[in-house]
């Protein structure tokens, strides 16, 4: 399997996302060092940001981004 590693989201506008389960961003099991700073989610019908298991590696951090209209 592979995994994302020691990347940077910033600076996103994610909006108006169509489905029923689709998310704004996510990092799913296994992601780790990343960082997620400075995004704006809103009207998507899920979750705006999901970060999941790092499996025991580096830490991922979320950092003033803004989410709402979600669901």
Not at 41 to 69: L, M, R
């Amino acid at each position: 399997s592979c995994w994302t590693e020691d990347s940077r989201f910033e600076g996103n506008w994610i909006h108006d996302l169509g489905g029923d389960y689709q998310s704004g961003i996510t990092l799913n099991n296994g992601a780790q060092g990343n960082v997620i700073i400075d995004n704006v989610v809103h009207d998507v019908p899920h979750i705006g940001i999901e970060v999941k298991s790092t499996e025991y590696g580096d830490p991922n951090e979320v950092i003033g981004n803004a989410v709402f209209a979600i669901g």
